[in-house]
């Protein structure tokens, strides 16, 4: 890549943020209500004090429950959602369930391990990796359902064997056409859904235990800058997961 592009490629972002920030002050200066929608210098300094008054625990706190349901989701929900795929009948058997738990709302899911009777952090993670789970099944599957069928038949008539056919293009293809792609999705769902948990079953430490603290305190520039923080961690954990799916899944 040339300079010019390479520097094109930097300076977008920076300037996309200069703008977002020139719009927040605006939209703050005309609104002029400061308890409701602060100015971002005050967001700014808060965020400051977040990250000087253990934030960075917090985060990990969550983090950790985050990646770890995620990665759990990815090893249970890839291959049930590649055999799915392989089966027209097993995947039609099973699609309107898939489809009715994707329908549940995070707090709703939070019902089905305690009332198995799980409790505490296993509940969480429960919790984080069903809702991750639903959606890598149903996308792996409908990566294979959706497959061009000229490159499976092209292998078929050179007299590919299925185990030959399946290893060497099926998985190939799911992984470039809905295992990545799914992967970015889901990690900042869990992300998401790992927040809502800990404002439902608060735990010991956790951003979420931190984003009720501050809502009790009616502190809203508080609020924003955990919103700001959140964010921006999301933003880097999503782009850590993309540069890591660039790698491994190298000819997408």
């Not at 969550?62 to 990815?74: E, F, K, Q």
């Not at 490159?151 to 056409?177: K, M, P, S």
Request: proline fraction near 5%; aromatic fraction near 8%; glycine fraction near 8%.
């Amino acid at each position: 890549m040339k300079r010019p592009q390479r520097a094109l490629r930097t300076a977008l972002p920076l300037a996309g943020v200069v703008v977002f920030l020139l719009a927040w002050q605006l939209a703050a200066a005309i609104t002029r209500a400061p308890s409701i929608f602060p100015k971002p210098i005050p967001t700014i300094r808060a965020a400051g004090d977040f990250l000087s008054a253990g934030y960075f625990e917090d985060l990990a706190a969550t983090g950790l429950r985050a990646i770890g349901s995620w990665v759990l989701a990815l090893f249970i929900g890839v291959p049930i959602g590649l055999m799915l795929g392989l089966s027209r009948w097993a995947n039609d058997l099973s699609q309107g369930v898939v489809a009715f738990l994707r329908s549940l709302p995070a707090f709703m899911l939070i019902m089905i391990p305690v009332a198995l009777g799980l409790g505490g952090e296993i509940s969480r993670i429960a919790t984080i990796t069903l809702a991750s789970l639903l959606i890598i099944i149903d996308e792996c599957a409908e990566s294979l359902l959706t497959l061009p069928q000229d490159r499976v038949d092209l292998i078929r008539a050179y007299r590919g064997r299925f185990w030959f056919i399946l290893t060497q293009v099926l998985i190939f293809e799911a992984l470039g056409r809905a295992v990545v792609p799914v992967a970015r999705t889901t990690i900042g769902i869990s992300f998401i859904v790992a927040i809502v948990c800990e404002t439902l079953l608060i735990p010991p430490s956790g951003v979420g235990a931190r984003l009720l603290t501050s809502l009790s305190g009616l502190e809203m520039a508080s609020v924003y800058a955990f919103l700001l923080l959140t964010g921006t961690a999301g933003l880097i954990l999503n782009s850590c997961v993309h540069f890591l799916a660039r790698r491994i899944i190298f000819w997408t």
